[in-house]
């Protein structure tokens, strides 16, 4: 299950992100998203955990939490806008 992370601290890392989450269960991946032209955080990001149990789980503790002085948001990530969907 993919999980979108929001209002993180700018100062966080992807590894702080990924140990938060790994109390939890298995982290298939961790993403922070960064901004190309300063190379910062954006605030947010995407943690998949392959066992939708645990994903639950981390977010359902997780929500509404202070992470680095900030109150995070976890939820499960929806496909973009048109994802999936044929081209042309």
């Given at each position: 299950m993919k999980l979108l992370i929001r209002d993180l601290a700018r100062?966080?890392?992807?590894?702080e992100i990924r140990e938060m989450f790994e109390g939890y269960g298995l982290v298939q991946s961790c993403t922070l998203v960064m901004d190309q032209k300063t190379g910062t955080s954006k605030g947010f990001g995407f943690v998949?955990?392959?066992?939708?149990?645990?994903?639950?789980?981390?977010?359902?503790?997780?929500?509404?939490?202070?992470?680095?002085?900030?109150?995070?948001?976890?939820?499960?990530?929806?496909?973009?806008?048109?994802?999936?969907?044929?081209?042309?």
């Open positions: 100062s966080i890392t992807e590894e998949e955990m392959p066992r939708p149990g645990e994903a639950k789980a981390a977010m359902k503790n997780l929500n509404g939490t202070i992470v680095a002085g900030q109150r995070i948001r976890v939820k499960k990530a929806e496909p973009a806008p048109g994802q999936g969907e044929p081209r042309g």
